[in-house]
């Protein structure tokens, strides 16, 4: 088994092909991008940013970084990692490596896990992207220098700097996904496979910060463009929250913290306990 970098990135300004030579990336067109001495490479420009700084803020990422690391979401990054080891074995029946991408990947949490995992499964070749330059900035401290597991790439799920039909598998895991460029940058037969918040998903935490709960949402699959349904599973389950610090980093790695008026978000800092539902639909698609 062998973990490398995802290498077949595209140029964000015209989308040719990147080549890697000398700690930059270069298209033919001579659009060039270094690679940061952390390990990433910012490959959203200007002209596709909303704002000065998109994304989860480095307050956020540090919250996200410690909630996930305590292990509250372990059950859910199980599942989505023998979901992609499956695919993986039958995929690298046929070929070298199966490749994968981690489309808003925040500070690496799940392609590390699944990195973890893969000690005895075919070769992977990985690649994180987040919006937030914080997060992937995180993601990278974090991964090895000298043998890096991934490529870490600051960019956007709508414009993603991946060349076409080049991916075995897209992860979106409580993300923002853009469908016709997932559809893009997967092969045919790859798999998109999204983690979502299903009904009861926070629901204690939720009723703290909000006066009443929403309708919940339909569960019901949707039919993708470009996508057939492949399959769904559900994993649910409840966790403890003790002292605030652990309920403030779950309020602020969610968008919650925002949607929560003030006397919302005072109520939940009043917290010294919180017992909370953890509820996420996997769902597997496949690129037709």
Known sequence: MSITPFQALACPLDGKPLSWSDSVWRCSDGHSFDIAKQGYVNLLPVQQKRSHDPGDNKAMVAARQRFLNAGHYQPIADAVIRAVLNYAEVQTLSSESFSCLDAGCGEGYYLRQLADA???SPSLSLMGLDISKWAVLAAAKQDNKQAPLSSWVVGSNAHLPVQTETLDCVLCMFGFPVLSEFARVLRTGGVLLQVEAGPNHLRELRKVI???????????????????????????????????????DLLAMTPHLYRASAEGRARAAALEMLSVTVDARIVIYTRI
Do not use: C, M, Q, W
């Not at 709960?213 to 019901?220: A, D």
């Not at 599973?233 to 309920?247: F, M, P, Q, T």
């Open 118 to 120: 893969a000690a005895n």
């Open 210 to 248: 909000y006066p009443t709960l929403k309708p919940e949402r339909s569960t019901e699959t949707e039919v993708l463009e470009g996508f057939i349904h492949h399959s769904s599973e559900r994993v649910s389950y409840s966790i403890a929250l003790n002292g605030s610090d652990a309920i403030a």
